[in-house]
């Protein structure tokens, strides 16, 4: 326990003083008594004290010194309950995000989707912005800074092609905080050949139409993501008809592959959803399974201990009136 006011620790003082003042009145009152009784005028005192006579001076010396401890303003650190984690959200900025079978385009509506998944985290929350296409860029580092994370989702733009691979490798790079390089299985190796570490109560919530068209295998990498706890929670977007794009005049046939996104959700431990169920995003928040922590966090007390104190007063009065018949 600490104190804003730590100089008013100086008033406790008063406290043995009349601990000290009240064993004087009762020598007193003993000695008085004992003069009346060799002249007959009172009993004698009896050889057993009545040690209850104490109880109601100890309940007001006790709340005496709450009150004068509720002077410092003492701050008491105080365990809270908090949703602790880092999420990722992966935005597939390559070309066929310009489609436009979701409105205004794929790309745009998963911007204002991920908008209000950004506005709906408590402050706990660290949240990061990847972009992939062919190459995969950390447009925000994880950060409790919402502002960030919007302007950085804001700025983002279609070009090149689509790697899905690049953009978990990427998500889990942000999460990581360091590089990390593509898991030797891609090639015919091992994938306990890249160590990345263990980060439980993260996920990567990753927008994309899923048609992958360059390496690294996005299904080694979700392997990974697994072994490392990572949750991936990939939204299809787009329709699985398709639609046509026009791209410096060659006419562009695209469609949403929920296959790959659907078996990266499975190794994960994910859920795969489509953006055209409503409230996908809704969805996607209350199923990310974060780690609830306790967290000490600085409080002050001061009402706390005046109502102890003065909750100790009144018992002590009560008690005054049931043995004596009167306040104190």
Same mark, same amino acid.
């Not at 100089?7 to 009349?18: D, F, Q, T, Y």
């Not at 959200?89 to 066929?96: E, G, K, M, N, R």
């Not at 209000?116 to 408590?122: I, L």
């Not at 706890?229 to 008809?241: A, D, E, K, M, Q």
């Given at each position: 326990?600490?104190?804003i ?6 008033a ?9 003042g ?5 020598r007193?009152?003993?000695?008085r008594?004992?003069d009346?009784a060799a002249?007959g ?5 009896p ?5 209850a ?8 010396g006790v709340?005496?010194?709450l009150?004068?401890l509720?002077?410092?303003?003492p ?9 602790e ?7 597939d ?5 310009a ?7 794929r790309?745009?509506y ?10 709906k985290q408590?402050?706990?929350i660290?949240?990061?912005v990847?972009a992939?296409g062919?190459s995969?860029?950390?447009?925000q580092?994880?950060?409790t800074?919402?502002n960030?994370v919007?302007?950085a ?8 092609n689509t790697?899905? $691979?690049?953009?978990i490798? *990427?998500s889990? =790079?942000a999460?990581a &905080?360091?590089? /990390?390089?593509?898991?030797a299985?891609? @090639?015919g $190796?091992?994938p306990?050949? *890249?160590p990345? =570490?263990?980060?439980? &109560?993260?996920? /990567?919530v990753?927008?994309?139409d899923g @048609?992958n068209?360059?390496g690294p ?5 979700a ?8 949750r991936?929670y ?9 639609s046509?794009?026009?791209v410096?005049?060659?006419?562009i046939?695209?469609?949403?592959d929920?296959?790959t996104?659907?078996?990266i959700a499975q190794?994960?431990g994910g ?8 409230g ?8 990310i399974?974060?780690?609830w922590t306790?967290?000490?966090v600085p ?12 909750l ?6 009560g008690l005054s009136?049931l043995r004596s018949?009167r306040?104190?």
């Amino acid at each position: 326990m600490t104190f804003i006011w730590p100089w008013m620790v100086v008033a406790l003082a008063a406290v043995p003083a009349l601990l000290i003042g009240y064993r004087r009145i009762l020598r007193g009152q003993a000695h008085r008594r004992d003069d009346l009784a060799a002249l007959g005028l009172v009993t004698p005192t009896p050889t057993r004290p009545d040690r209850a006579r104490h109880v109601v001076p100890v309940l007001l010396g006790v709340a005496l010194t709450l009150m004068l401890l509720a002077l410092t303003r003492p701050v008491a650190s105080v365990a809270e309950p908090r949703r602790e984690g880092t999420v990722i959200l992966a935005f597939d900025v390559s070309t066929s995000m310009a489609a436009k079978d979701e409105q205004p385009t794929r790309l745009n509506y998963a911007k204002a989707a991920a908008r209000g998944f950004v506005d709906k985290q408590p402050s706990s929350i660290r949240m990061g912005v990847v972009a992939f296409g062919g190459s995969g860029l950390v447009a925000q580092q994880p950060t409790t800074d919402k502002n960030e994370v919007l302007a950085a989702i804001n700025r983002l733009a279609p070009q090149g092609n689509t790697a899905i $691979g690049r953009g978990i490798l *990427t998500s889990l =790079g942000a999460i990581a &905080g360091k590089v /990390i390089t593509a898991p030797a299985d891609t @090639e015919g $190796g091992n994938p306990d050949e *890249t160590p990345i =570490g263990y980060y439980g &109560g993260t996920a /990567i919530v990753m927008l994309t139409d899923g @048609e992958n068209m360059d390496g690294p295998d996005p299904l080694a990498l979700a392997d990974l993501a697994s072994a490392a706890g990572v949750r991936i929670y990939p939204i299809g977007l787009g329709s699985t008809s398709g639609s046509v794009l026009e791209v410096d005049g060659f006419s562009i046939a695209t469609a949403l592959d929920e296959d790959t996104l659907k078996q990266i959700a499975q190794i994960t431990g994910g859920t795969y959803y489509s953006a055209a169920d409503t409230g996908t995003l809704a969805q996607v928040y209350d199923s990310i399974e974060l780690t609830w922590t306790s967290r000490t966090v600085p409080h002050e007390v001061t009402s706390l201990v005046a109502a102890q104190a003065t909750l100790l007063l009144l018992a002590g009065a009560g008690l005054s009136v049931l043995r004596s018949g009167r306040l104190f």
